[in-house]
């Protein structure tokens, strides 16, 4: 029996174990956007303030939506950054077992998402 099925077998594995990692990830994206999405209501500004003839600020609202995408996204930082250290290092492996064995690329994977503020 050739050693080649078995490394075929070995980079099937390790690829799935990759998306995993980056399921894993695009769900705490999913979360922080729902969690943000829950707090918009929250956010606007009170209607009150526009019957005295001044308008809300629309930068106020922008503040309030970065300071708080800020805060629910560091509460989920260490977490990020230790999947998005797993996703690449799962990358080299692949590349490597790829390369030492001389198996073929089956598209490349796309570089680790940063999840967070811009």
């Not at 695009?26 to 999405?37: A, E, F, G, P, S």
């Not at 019957?51 to 990020?80: C, H, M, V, W």
């Amino acid at each position: 029996m050739s050693p080649f099925p078995d490394r075929r077998v070995q980079l099937f594995r390790m690829e799935a174990a990759r998306r995993q990692t980056q399921r894993q990830l695009d769900i705490i994206q999913r979360q922080i956007t729902r969690r943000m999405t829950a707090l918009i209501p929250t956010l606007q500004p009170r209607r009150t303030g526009y019957r005295g003839g001044k308008p809300p600020d629309p930068r106020a609202f922008l503040e309030r939506y970065r300071s708080n995408l800020t805060a629910l996204t560091a509460e989920r930082q260490p977490e990020i950054d230790a999947l998005s250290r797993k996703l690449m290092r799962q990358d080299r492996a692949i590349s490597a077992l790829r390369e030492r064995f001389g198996l073929p690329s089956e598209g490349a994977h796309p570089a680790p998402r940063h999840i967070g503020p811009t």
